[in-house]
């Protein structure tokens, strides 16, 4: 039996070392390929996810389907845990947030994202600073001073989650301007921006797709992006003003930039074949029509980039995220 | 009267053939989902969105809503049958349409049913057409402490309810917020009484919960009493539609109280399931049959259906307007309506009329859909009954397990069904009701988030519960039904 066993693999090794000479196209899925959400119906990385499913289904980019699956337990830790433990499985793929770091950061949970490995990154989520449209400030400078005269835990910052982005994002910009924020966890991004509208809290940090809706409506003002640049899009939103004319927060006088993953990793041990299968997949749908809309409507930064410097990239944002949530007093104590 | 001609718009929209077809085939896959325990309408349209991805968006959202609509029938189905809630809104129709089906007359409880939730569906469909404006400025007026307030109502006018001791409805009220608060703490993130397992890191679903309170621990009870089903006297009579539908106008109070109660709550957005529960417990409180409520009146029927489909349908007003959704499936096509590339909000009334009316004309129309559907098919499910107990429960039993796997596919959910279903036979032995406890497990987490942020965002100070008139009168409204058995039991020894 052992005998039978070597003699397939040895040809499954000659097979697939021939199969890479012969075409670029070695391998590909051989059966539906899980697409894991570490996060519940409804979010953001849901509708990333679907939306991919969709495109790939739509444009043909793949023989076999893809099935995205919700694992959302403890933060997230669900589905990381579920893909860290298929060692070697070609047929798992995952979409990450900032929970990527946060979670294995404030929970402990035994991960990180060297246990898996990293595909590509699809775009980098950008945050913006808003004030309801009737109150007085206009500049990012004029809402720190306000905050700051108020005193601390005076000014109520909305978000989504606890120790996640929102919040991180909150502390890093409390650290820049030495102000204190009251943060409040809401359910969604949708409910945040909907709380700032009708006054129950002072300030979000809404990503761009989930306040637009208010700011076109004139509900709402942008008052800085969180990001080293602007954002590209000119294409007027309202009738003064496009992403573009959004300052960045250092232009605004609150030098804080913070941008949140979106990215896919696989379960550790796969074949680099394997993995660039996918990488090619994605490069291909980042190539859609669809893709490119939806990265407008949702003023995403378009930066994107696989291998080694995508490893690279993810390992110095663990850093910046150790580093704040260390200073925020967020990180999991260890266990006794 | 510009709403009027709008939606006659939407109807030539929504009246395609393809669009007719669209409509019919996702009432029926909608009342499948809603039918099999676990599958969800939120789940069950997150499966088939990217399929409508290649159709028009005004096509896409007629399907997927009639997916809804479907949901919302088929949830009664298997509650009123088997004592098994499809659908999280649907167990407080158990509560009276079960009892009815054991005494042989499931015919009449589930046209009941249907015709309740498309009277509840209608009455918030009119509203959403010519009120959407006005409505949804009022969803903005609430805050976390406005929300606290309307979980404190719910709970309020579900306390005196059950007949036994006080005490016991108390302790399985104080189960279900104990079980409730398992998982993960959602204002610092941590987790909590999960005992370091992953697996209880999940928390206790809801649905997990219902389907092995209801579904197994009615199998075990059952199996006691002798392996015999009490329903299979039910005769098969398609009459019994039109007899039941001579009944109903005597109802209307009740009705019109279940759409008025689900309506605010699909708007507020408390959602379907608090509003179900908040029907059953006004009309069990107000009606002159209260103290038989449980024992099988239309009554407890009619509230919880109507009151469920009105918020249902309502919940979809804050998604267009405000872009928040009012339930998870509303979640779930908000999702939708992003990837078609429509931006929910206050302008999408205004820059996309076909697709704003065509929706609120296939809600009109999808609605009428599903009642002659579900309707023709009354004799058809009620038939089930028929079919012996040796036969059925095994079905039943699994149905259940395939329902607690789908909720998060994983095995230790079936288990967790299980174990809840023993748990139910316990409860039903010693006389603890369910209900209390079911509604704890499944507001109890919304409760305590928004309480917890009211507290925080006044940072400390309780009189944020009082500090505006809305939220004033909604609390005090609960403190009067909270003290009203006992003003009662005192005015009647005086």
């Known amino acids: ?279 090619d997949l994605f490069k291909k749908v980042r190539e859609t029509p669809e893709w490119k809309k939806f990265m407008e409507d949702g003023a995403f930064n378009q930066t994107s980039m696989s291998g080694k410097e995508y490893a690279a990239w993810v390992e110095k944002n663990e850093n910046l995220h150790r580093e704040l949530m260390k200073e925020a007093g967020f990180l999991a104590k260890p266990k006794p | 009267m510009e709403e009027i001609n709008a939606l006659f718009h939407g109807f030539s929209v929504a009246l395609s053939p393809f669009n007719l077809m669209l409509m019919f085939i996702g009432v029926i896959l909608g009342v499948i989902i809603g039918v099999l325990p676990g599958l969800g309408g939120a789940n069950g349209i997150a499966i088939l969105l990217p399929l409508t991805f290649t159709m028009p968006p005004t096509s896409a959202i007629i399907m997927l809503s009639c997916i809804y609509w479907g949901a919302l029938f088929g949830g009664a189905i298997t509650s009123i049958l088997f004592n098994i809630p499809g659908e999280p809104w649907s167990v407080a129709t158990t509560f009276d349409g079960y009892p009815m089906a054991q005494q042989g007359r499931a015919g009449e409880a589930l046209t009941a049913a249907f015709t309740s939730s498309f009277i509840g569906a209608f009455v918030a469909v009119v509203m959403i057409t010519f009120l959407a404006p006005l409505i949804a400025k009022f969803a903005l007026k609430f805050g976390s402490p406005e929300f606290f307030s309307v979980y404190f109502l719910t709970f309020c006018s579900f306390i005196g309810m059950g007949k036994g001791s006080p005490w016991k409805t108390l302790a399985a009220m104080m189960f279900g917020f104990a079980l409730a608060s398992v998982g993960m703490d959602s204002m610092t993130g941590q987790q909590r009484l999960n005992f370091g397992s992953m697996e209880l890191v999940r928390g206790f679903d809801f649905l997990i919960a219902v389907i092995g309170l209801f579904g197994i621990g009615e199998i075990l009870i059952s199996m006691e009493e002798g392996l015999s089903f009490s329903g299979s006297s039910a005769r098969i009579d398609p009459k019994v539609v039109i007899a039941t539908w001579k009944k109903l106008p005597k109802y209307w109070m009740t009705s019109l109280r279940s759409c008025l109660v689900g309506c605010w709550m699909g708007i507020t957005p408390g959602g379907a399931t608090p509003a179900s529960f908040m029907s059953y417990g006004l009309a069990k409180r107000m009606s002159r049959d209260g103290e038989k409520f449980g024992t099988g009146q239309v009554e407890g029927v009619i509230a919880p259906e109507t009151a469920a489909h009105a918020a249902g349908t309502s919940a979809l007003l804050p998604m267009l307007s405000l872009g928040i959704p009012g339930s998870p499936t509303a979640a779930v096509l908000l999702g939708g309506l992003l990837i078609w590339g429509l931006q929910p909000g206050p302008l999408l009334f205004v820059e996309k009329k076909d697709f704003v009316w065509g929706l609120i004309a296939s809600m009109y129309l999808g609605n009428i859909a599903g009642l002659i559907i579900v309707l023709t098919c009354v004799p058809l499910f009620a038939a089930i009954l028929r079919i012996p107990f040796s036969i059925i429960a095994p079905v039943i039993i699994v149905i259940c397990v395939i329902g607690a796997y789908t909720v998060h596919s994983a095995i230790f959910e079936v288990w967790l069904m299980l174990a809840f279903g023993v748990i139910g036979y316990v409860f039903k032995k010693l006389d603890y009701p369910m209900a209390p406890m079911v509604l704890a497990l499944v507001l109890g987490k919304g409760a305590e988030d928004s309480f917890r942020n009211a507290i925080k965002g006044s940072q400390g100070d309780f009189s944020v519960f009082f500090a505006n008139g809305l939220v004033g009168s909604i609390m005090t409204l609960g403190l009067v039904m909270l003290l009203w058995p006992l003003v009662n039991k005192l005015r009647g020894k005086a």
């Open chain 1, 1 to 279: 039996m052992k005998c039978i066993l070597r003699v397939v693999l040895q040809a499954a090794v000659v097979f697939s070392i021939t199969g890479q000479m012969v075409s670029a196209a070695a391998w590909e899925p051989t059966k539906p390929v899980e697409f894991v959400i570490p996060a519940g119906t409804g979010g953001g990385a849901d509708q990333m996810a679907r939306l991919i499913q969709g495109i790939v289904a739509k444009h043909n980019l793949m023989k076999q389907s893809l099935i995205p699956v919700n694992k959302s337990a403890g933060a997230g830790a669900e589905g990381f845990l579920a893909v860290k433990d298929a060692k070697g499985d070609p047929h798992k793929i995952i979409i990450t947030l900032s929970n990527l770091f946060t979670t294995p950061l404030a929970q402990g949970t035994p991960f990180s994202w060297r246990d898996m490995t990293p595909v590509s990154m699809l775009a980098l989520d950008q945050f913006v600073l808003w004030v309801n449209a009737e109150t007085p400030y206009k500049t990012a400078k004029e809402y720190v001073e306000a905050a700051k005269k108020a005193g601390p835990n005076k000014m109520k910052m909305g978000g989504t989650g606890s120790k996640q982005e929102d919040q991180i994002l909150t502390v890093s910009l409390e650290k820049a301007t030495g102000t204190k924020f009251n943060y409040l966890p809401l359910k969604g991004g949708g409910d945040v921006a909907v709380q700032l509208v009708g006054k129950h809290i002072d300030s979000t940090v809404n990503n761009p797709i989930e306040a637009i809706a208010q700011w076109r409506a004139g509900t709402l003002r942008p008052l800085c992006v969180f990001d080293d640049t602007r954002m590209p899009y000119k294409t007027k939103i309202t009738a003064t003003m496009s992403w573009y004319d959004i300052p960045t927060c250092s232009e605004a006088g609150v030098p804080t930039d913070y941008v949140m993953l979106r990215g896919i990793f696989m379960p550790p041990g796969v074949a680099q074949d394997q993995v660039n299968f996918y990488v």
